[in-house]
């Protein structure tokens, strides 16, 4: 089905309305759209007065509320790989977030169970509704495929398997996800189960999930299992076709995972990341109303944060910044520059980047590239880049009589001071 084209339009040959008709028919039309709809008004984001860019308050950075996500999440949180918070609500806020406790799952058993171990599928029964793989016990499964039906289907019977194979029961399992995210910082953090389908016990925060997050996607494996959409699995038993529950990764450019979460106390949620011109942000999505929601808003906030945080250039290779004294010779100085062209990723939205000089004196012979200084570029009170000074020029050490000649001068000049 093709869509629609605009039929070519041609002028009336007979009874065409005069200039003044078509004037006076242009004006009826906007008085009768004005008086049915009322006159057009500009679109205005809706901020929570306790959003916040890098802790401080929007509105104290005085941005206007449309330069902000209008998102509705209960709580959310915007950060980089380095753990830059680019935009946060309530980030603090304890929530329970069902299926992200995954993420903490995964990371136990990419660290305790060995990749190349067979592991069984026990016995055990799940809940009414909970999110199952359709693992079947006896079934003989790898890590990795445990791993792919925890985190693409998001299978709770993928969790208490690994739970066991890590640990064996689900209770030294559970010991072990909350030593590390002690481990981790994660000091607001309390797991009860490995699959995130409690509703009574477990919270976490925007915070902490981030940090859970940041830390998951340092390993290999992991990152390769929530950046796949879909896959087959044959076991010895049966043959799983599993596909991602996150939405981002077939319509977000640059997603590149994590994993989703849904419980009536939990509410729809998401942490996903995704990056794009070699940065890499993660977006924390916690209690929406639904499940477009949580990823739509999500899109928002990666969104703001490739809009904003980008690599920017704040000084050109070559760049002379100050002249350093030369000590062994009588008001001498040597210009300095920048070593190389200084780049960092910066968010616009934090205020200008100033430059600290500071330059040392140098000792003849100095060599051309000599680093006689450094140069801190600082954006609100953060060290975003730090680039060597350098020599611009060769001094060659004096000779001896102009040594001592400089010497008397120099005691001349202390002593009539």
């Not at 058993?109 to 009414?128: E, R, Y």
């Not at 993928?158 to 481990?183: Q, R, W």
């Not at 997050?213 to 044959?234: G, N, Q, S």
């Not at 599993?242 to 942490?271: C, E, P, Q, R, W």
Request: with cysteine; charged share 20%; aromatic share 6%.
């Amino acid at each position: 089905m093709t869509p629609c084209k605009d039929k070519e339009r041609k002028a009336p040959e007979t009874g065409a309305l005069s200039s003044r008709q078509r004037a006076g028919a242009l004006l009826l039309a906007f008085v009768l759209a004005v008086a049915l709809f009322g006159t057009p008004q500009a679109a205005v984001s809706a901020v929570n007065p306790g959003d916040s860019i890098d802790g401080q308050a929007y509105a104290k950075l005085k941005l206007p509320a449309r330069s902000m996500p209008d998102v509705t999440m209960k709580s959310g949180l915007l950060v980089t790989q380095s753990g830059q918070v680019l935009w946060s609500r309530d980030p603090g806020a304890r929530r329970q977030i069902a299926s992200i406790t995954k993420i903490m799952t995964a990371i136990l058993a990419i660290q305790t169970i060995d990749p190349d171990k067979n592991i069984t599928v026990p016995q055990f029964t799940l809940g009414p509704g909970d999110s199952s793989a359709g693992l079947k016990p006896g079934e003989v499964m790898s890590r990795h495929e445990l791993l792919q039906a925890l985190l693409i289907p998001s299978g709770n019977d993928a969790a208490i398997t690994l739970a066991v194979a890590c640990k064996g029961n689900v209770d030294s399992f559970v010991t072990a996800m909350n030593a590390k995210a002690a481990e981790l910082g994660m000091s607001n953090t309390h797991f009860v189960d490995p699959d995130g389908v409690l509703d009574t016990g477990p919270y976490s925060t925007a915070t902490d999930i981030a940090t859970m997050t940041r830390y998951a996607m340092t390993l290999p494996e992991f990152c390769t299992v929530v950046d796949t959409r879909e896959v087959k699995i044959v076991t010895n038993i049966a043959t799983h076709d599993y596909k991602t529950t996150n939405d981002l990764l077939l319509m977000y450019n640059g997603a590149n995972g994590v994993k989703t979460g849904f419980t009536d106390a939990a509410g729809y949620s998401v942490a996903t990341g995704a990056a794009r011109k070699g940065i890499q942000l993660y977006a924390i999505v916690l209690g929406t109303n639904n499940l477009a929601t949580r990823f739509t808003e999500a899109a928002s906030l990666l969104d703001f944060g490739f809009t904003h945080y980008r690599t920017q250039t704040l000084a050109l290779e070559g760049t002379i910044l100050g002249r350093a004294t030369v000590t062994d010779y009588l008001d001498r100085q040597v210009p300095v520059a920048l070593s190389h062209e200084t780049t960092a990723n910066v968010n616009d939205l934090e205020g200008i980047v100033t430059r600290k000089i500071v330059i040392w004196d140098g000792k003849a012979p100095i060599k051309k590239g000599q680093q006689l200084g450094m140069a801190q570029f600082i954006q609100n009170n953060r060290l975003v880049a730090t680039t060597p000074l350098v020599a611009t020029e060769q001094v060659k050490k004096p000779f001896f009589l102009a040594r001592i000649w400089y010497a008397v001068v120099k005691g001349w000049r202390a002593i009539s001071r």
